[in-house]
């Protein structure tokens, strides 16, 4: 017997065990995953629009040219909480 299909024998053992409520949050999760599996086989990782090309070659263009400046993780990390605790940038 395959895994998978251990895996499945299992679940519905444990499904004859929960009420109503129980089920349907299961049900909650497992259309979340099967949500989520979908969505990325529809926008495959790694592959990026023209628009979102052209702005990364904007702003890369930015920083080789002076105009805009890196930060590093930390400094970035301040500024987000910044952001959060005060409401302003």
Known sequence: MGIARAIDKEINQYLGHLNTKQKQAVLTVVKTFAE????EMMEPPGEYTLAFKAELDKRYASY???????VTPA??????????KTGKK
């Open 36 to 39: 989520e599996e979908n969505n």
């Open 75 to 84: 400094q970035m990390k301040k500024r987000v909480q910044k952001i959060l």
């Open 64 to 70: 080789k040219s002076g105009k805009a400046k890196m």
